[in-house]
């Protein structure tokens, strides 16, 4: 079975520095990752995923992560935090029906709560 | 832009109520979820539904709840007899029909129950 680690709980960082959060997985398969956001009173919103090809994916709001297979790791990251990032980080490993199908289901990490200093 | 919308936002009930959780899902998708968040823990998967079926579900998913797209637009979790240990954040999320296409969740119900 597909598991998700995020070894950080909590993590502060100074407006202006760099980000990086920890992503960990085990899946016997290509694994399909994803990162969601949760801010408060908001339902999780997708930053980016990785399916195949090139291993340092873009996503929304300047974020971007790099699949490393030999490490089963998919490191958020982000060059220079914003106060408007403080939130709650959620990464994801989808997993398709063995009958087939195109539907996949999620299963999360315990999530990394950001908090940003001004 | 569209999104999956939830009602009621918290939801306070007592033990051995029924409750019903509503959603509507973004309207041109095709499979529809919930999933959890117990207060500490993960997100964790309940069931998917496609074509008025369930697709998949989780050993979460016993006899005690069920879902349901009653018409065109609402999709539906119902718990008929709450346990303290239901007490979580449900989301919904809702995706098209093709692979690995985004699933777009909703921003959560919280259930308390007494």
């Known amino acids: 079975a597909q598991s998700v680690t995020q070894p950080d709980i909590h993590i502060t960082v100074s407006e202006g520095a760099s980000l990086e959060l920890r992503c960990n997985y085990s899946?016997?398969?290509?694994?399909?990752l994803f990162w969601y956001v949760q801010s408060p009173g908001q339902g999780l919103q997708l930053l980016l995923k990785y399916f195949s090809g090139d291993t340092l994916v873009q996503g929304i709001k300047g974020f971007e992560a790099e699949f490393k297979r030999s490490q089963s790791s998919f490191n958020l990251r982000k060059p220079s935090v914003h106060w408007s990032d403080a939130a709650e980080y959620f990464c994801a490993v989808g997993a398709l029906r063995n009958s087939g199908g195109s539907n996949y289901k999620l299963t999360f990490g315990k999530g990394t709560l950001l908090t940003v200093n001004p | 832009e569209p999104e999956v919308t939830q009602t009621p936002s918290h939801q306070v009930t007592q033990m051995g109520q029924e409750v019903i959780l509503r959603c509507v899902p973004i309207s041109n998708h095709l499979y529809f979820y919930w999933y959890r968040q117990i207060l500490g823990q993960k997100v964790e998967f309940l069931v998917s539904?496609?074509?008025?079926?369930?697709?998949?579900k989780s050993e979460i998913f016993d006899d005690q709840f069920s879902v349901e797209r009653p018409d065109g637009s609402n999709f539906t979790l119902k718990i008929r007899s709450t346990k303290l240990e239901d007490s979580a954040m449900y989301f919904c999320a809702s995706v098209t029909e093709w692979v690995w296409e985004t699933q777009y969740f909703g921003p959560g119900t919280r259930l308390l129950v007494l």
């Open positions: 539904f496609y074509n008025n079926e369930i697709s998949e």
């Open positions: 899946y016997g398969a290509t694994p399909y």
